[in-house]
């Protein structure tokens, strides 16, 4: 039996993905952690059944208390890395979901993860569709090194651009020569048109309700162009990736970052 600690237990994803280990045989919730809804049955919030475990506040306290084996962290960009100090300092293993971390940060990670020999996994994606759509995007950046990105979600996501759009481009840095894009003294007439720049290419954030996650990477050449394309219609698609981590961290040490490592 694997014994999770949910942290952002009383958000979207902490909610969703509360509901999907109370589904599975091998896991279960022994604690669940919010700033918000102290005191509510986790399972309730989640849409089950009641579980007998109530939202805290305390993070340690409940790491000492419950004696999880892997806390889950869908919390926020301001949140994170101090979750992540805290529960890789109690020897935690730690999965996260929570989007935000830079490299600096997972630096900062990796050095405490080996003094605590706690494994960490980072995905900014755990949408199976997500991961192919970014191992695809690097196949054609092979071939189309003049690319953009239109990401969309939500109107109340935090960080711009999204996780999964920082990780795309990063995969593709390592095929695509760091280039300028477009005619060489375009003129913005609303500050931000051309969108984020990351080494030449182009990011563009959309915030708006009815998404959850979605991501286009449009490639261009002379003639013709290809789009390719993912949608999150829920939050539950992400489950069966986090289920998967939650299996495997054990067999983990150090960090690792990206699902596709898992799959
Ligand atoms: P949300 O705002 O609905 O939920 C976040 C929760 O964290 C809230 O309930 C909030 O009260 C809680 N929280 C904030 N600070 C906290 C703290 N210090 N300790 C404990 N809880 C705290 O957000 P969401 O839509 O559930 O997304 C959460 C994160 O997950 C975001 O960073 C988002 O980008 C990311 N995300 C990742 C994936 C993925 O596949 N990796 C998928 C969707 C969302």
């Known amino acids: ?29 022994v604690a669940a952690v919010d700033i918000r809804q102290e005191g509510e049955d986790i399972g309730l919030l989640a ?58 940060d997972i630096n900062e990670l990796r050095q405490l993860s080996e003094l605590h020999h706690a494994p960490l996994f980072i995905a900014a994606n755990f949408a199976i569709t997500a991961v192919l759509m970014m191992r695809f995007a690097v196949e054609a950046a092979r071939y189309l090194p003049q690319y953009e990105i239109i990401e969309r979600h939500h109107e109340n996501k935090m960080d711009a651009p999204s996780g999964t759009a920082l990780r795309t481009m990063e ?34 954030s959309m915030r708006l309700p009815g998404y959850v996650a979605s991501q286009e990477v449009v490639f261009g050449a002379p003639g013709q162009t290809l789009t390719i394309r993912q949608d999150s219609i829920n939050q539950h698609c ?23 490592k898992l799959l």
């Open 1 to 29: 039996m694997i014994n999770v600690l949910v942290n952002g237990a009383s958000g979207r994803m902490g909610k969703a993905m509360s509901a999907g280990i109370i589904g599975e045989a091998d896991m279960q919730i």
């Open 238 to 260: 992400f489950f069966p990736g986090v289920a998967l981590a939650l299996r495997k961290i054990g067999e983990l040490s150090g960090v690792t970052v990206g699902l596709d």
């Open 47 to 104: 849409g089950c059944g009641p579980i007998g475990v109530t939202v805290e506040k305390d993070l340690v306290q409940a790491i000492r208390r419950s004696k999880p084996d892997v806390m889950l962290d869908f919390t926020n960009p301001q949140a994170v890395l101090r979750n992540l100090r805290l529960a890789l300092g109690e020897d935690l293993p730690c999965v996260v979901g929570t989007t935000g971390l830079t490299e600096r």
């Open 171 to 204: 995969m593709i840095s390592a095929v695509r020569q760091v280039h300028a894009q477009g005619a060489a003294h375009e003129i913005e007439m609303i500050a931000g048109s051309r969108g984020g720049d990351y080494q030449g290419a182009r990011v563009h």
